[in-house]
């Protein structure tokens, strides 16, 4: 292990909350773990360390071998319904947890969910920006707000854990998990992480921590996972430790202080290693130096990938320091693993006491070792999706956008003009949510799967009926199209992990049809607003060149009709809502520039963080205009074949 170590020691900070402080409320804690630790068989120890997945497990296999936790991923719903009701979440719930009491071992379990912009599994839930978008706003009481927001749903259903905030500080565009993350900013990153964790779990120093409208929180994915060459996911960041610690575990420190008592450990490798794999980091660093007294829960079957040998990656896993293991489907067959590998002494039982000590610690602090709980439907009304909710998602629409380019001060919109919106996108709640919504990718979703929704459209229609102007929807420009001012929404298609990762930067190369949509309106003398529907920065100089404005949108939510209140003025002309939005992450003005440098402040190659328009600017940053829309050679893989020319309009 010292070949991982830098040559000077690192020292790693310690990271207690308030609650640690609290000496009384631990030691009765405590005390309650030890008591009921002793009363568990190997067997029952075991079955705590166990998280399967909701498709491949039954309430009769709880009650069989007494598993600690259970999860539903993305695009798992009760009775394999995406359209589920409340209801349904609840029964599923309630038949859970009556089997886990009925267990041998009689522990409730935890039930993890992906809620990592609103409760997003969930049919009618109010699904919030992602966390690019946040990281744009940067506004730590909204980011409370929207944590209390998506705990309120998610206790709502009756599941009691979540695998949110994603801390990561992605360091390459190219990255499918870019907007997962704040900001390249560690600092904005620490400050929206800790502020999403109280938001969440509610304030450890309070007695609303963890209370029945709240949940757990993870603290994700502990560490590096921002730092992988090129951008490929799952791959090795090959950072110094100072960097590890002083950028890409910044965050962490924050969701520690702030209470966290669960920390999912990265599918990246450091310098070679696996973290599920890393003794040094979950052991020595997270859990010795920083203090964290919570557990460890793996990714994704994590654990797996350091062998090939299903067993051995088991032992070596819980080895290293992880207490839970995510398991996708053979659950049955890691249980029987462990606990083959706790009666040969392979996991020796100081090891396996000291996991279940940890979840057990956990649970006691969420009321689950009580024998009175019943878990956070018992006294619950419904708020799915409720108006308040979806108010606090609006104001993080609006916060969240930047303006990039306004010539000739072209916005705010008067409600009064003939407007023509260009691009389906514009009615697209799916491509607005992006990934992470009802399904893993976000994909294979329509306006159906949204009923509560307001689309950018739906926004652009009510506030131009409001000015009694005028409005048209087209997908293409034609000979016949005519309008004071065009809108055409534009951008990616919805993506996460893995299948999110790009080769190249450019927008225009895969997708021209926007750029000349737009080249079209200018010939026809139309002034032209573009709105950019990404979960990165993309290289889109053509399209800032084409555009009068250009205002960057992330990936809104299902409030996405709240743009429309910073785009257009009210009846009376009065400006509703200004630009407030800042770029999180430094915007490349050159496709070359895939990785992302923290310390940018080249203009002359970068739009850097921090840079957004407002409309008391009185710069319009006409040197866009200048941009080289002649897009390089910055790609990875086998399918390049060259550059690619754009005419500079």
Known sequence: MTDLVDSETILWPQCRSALDADAPKMKAVSDLVDARLRGLSTEQKVGQLIQAELASVEPDDIRRFGLGSILNGGGVFPSANKHARI??????????????????????????????HGHNNVYRATIFPHNIGLGAANDTELMGLI???TASDVADTGIDWVFAPTLAVPH??????????????PEIVNRLGGAMIRGLQGDPASSEFLSDIRVLATSKHFVGEGSTADGIDQGDADCSERDLRDVHALGHFAALRAGAQIVMAAFNSWRGEKVHGSSYLLQDVLKRQMGFQGFVVSDWDGFAQLDDDLETACIASVNAGVDMLMVSSEWERVYELLLSAAASGRISMTRLDDAVRRILRVKALNGMLNPRWRGPIAQRTRS??????RLVACDAVRKSLVLLKNANQILPLSPHQRVVVVGEDAADVAKQCGGWTLTWQGTDNTNDDFPRASSIADGFRAVIKEGNGKVTFVNEVDDETTADVAIVVFGEQPYAEGEGDLNHLSFSRDHPEPLAQMQLLRTRGIPVVAMFLTGRPRWVNPELNTADAFVVCWLPGTQAGAVADVLFTDAADEVRHDFVGRLPFSWPLDPELTSIDRDSNRPDQYLPVGFGLTYEDEATFEPLNEFDSTSGSAQRGPSYQGSYNYPNP
Do not use: M
């Not at 009556?98 to 522990?107: L, P």
């Not at 390459?172 to 704040?182: A, I, L």
């Open 87 to 116: 209801e349904d979440w609840r029964h599923l719930v309630r038949a859970f947890q009556k089997a886990a009491r009925e267990s041998a071992a009689g522990i409730p379990i935890l039930w993890g969910t992906d809620a990592v």
């Open 384 to 389: 799915l999706g409720s108006n308040r909710s």
């Open 172 to 185: 390459d565009y190219r990255w499918g998990r870019t907007y997962e993350g704040f900001s390249q900013n």
């Open 147 to 149: 944590g209390f927001a």
